[in-house]
């Protein structure tokens, strides 16, 4: 049956958003989505729940991960849908990321204090929804609930994207590695939001080279991030590599979202969805 619409990218408290699994599944089908995927940065804690959530609310369920990677020194996010959630290297793969976020979260603590701001691995804890899961959204959540800046924007802007003061780079792993365990979980691999990464045409197309390559096999057209322009630029890249085209709100919670749940562009409609890849 082809959905209406389908939104293969968002989060949970499980991650950096501020709604339980059930209540993001029950905000999706209510905004008429009807395929869904729940996508928490490094954690599939929520899919258990979320599948049950999408079964009471009437929406078809795809097990979802966004897995933070870097390539070349560029921190990306693979999207990964339709994996088994037994499977032992994704969940030790994704056990050692979480791991790996604690260690860098105090180093941006330590950075943060050398600038005379104190506390702040502390003060992100406060914000945080799972105990094992820290990102730089509960950093900026703390630090604008102390003024440093306007807002959770501000906050990156001034203090947590690369080359500010709370920024501190981060061995994230690899491009294949995220790949390996994504496929051989029996999943489909997928670039999360391309627009959104500081790189030159040729270092994308170099990047999707090396993605193919691996095996992976969809890209995000449509997502909460992307403009008119972007949507348009992917889908030609998508159509080049014979990716299947993905979309997805990448939302967070009702007032740190870029769109709503269900609310991304639509896909061109020449594009092979990428559910169809997903039984
Ligand atoms: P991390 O995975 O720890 O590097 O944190 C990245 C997360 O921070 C993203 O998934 C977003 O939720 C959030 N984020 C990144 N950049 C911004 C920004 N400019 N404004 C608001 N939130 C952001
Ligand atoms: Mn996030
Ligand atoms: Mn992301
Ligand atoms: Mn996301």
Redesign the pocket.
């Known amino acids: 049956m082809t959905p209406a619409n389908f939104d293969f990218h968002c989060h949970s408290i499980v991650s950096?958003g501020f709604l339980p699994p059930r209540e993001v599944a029950r905000r999706a089908a209510e905004n008429g989505v009807d395929l869904w995927a729940l996508t928490d940065?490094d954690d599939i804690g929520g899919l258990v729940d979320a599948g049950a959530a999408a079964d009471e609310f009437g929406m078809r369920f795809v097990n979802g991960v966004e897995i933070?990677i870097e390539w070349r020194g560029v921190p990306i996010h693979i999207v990964g849908l339709g994996f088994d959630l037994a499977d032992p290297a994704l969940t030790g793969g994704l056990a050692a990321l979480r791991h790996g976020?604690v260690e860098r979260a105090r180093r941006m603590g330590d950075a943060l204090a050398a600038i005379g701001i104190p506390g702040v691995y502390e003060g992100a804890l406060c914000f945080v929804t799972n105990p094992s899961l820290i990102?730089?959204?509960h950093f900026?959540r703390y630090l604008a609930s102390i003024g440093i800046a306007r807002d959770?924007?501000g906050v990156?802007?001034h203090y947590l994207t690369p080359g500010k003061p709370g920024y501190v780079d981060h061995r994230w792993v690899t491009l294949e590695e995220s790949i390996t365990w994504i496929s051989g979980a029996g999943g489909v691999a997928v670039v999360a939001h391309p627009g959104r990464y500081k790189m030159s045409g040729a270092d994308m197309r170099r990047f999707l080279d090396d993605f193919k390559d691996a095996g992976g096999r969809g890209i995000e057209v449509a997502c909460g991030s992307h403009s008119p322009d972007h949507v348009m630029h992917f889908a030609r890249l998508a159509r080049h590599y014979e990716f299947h085209a993905s979309r997805g709100s990448d939302f967070?919670g009702p007032d740190e979202s870029y769109v709503d749940l269900g609310k991304a562009p639509p896909l061109p409609e020449d594009l092979k969805p990428v559910w169809r890849l997903l039984a």
């Open positions: 950096d940065h933070s976020r990102s730089r959204a900026a959770v924007p990156f802007q967070h």
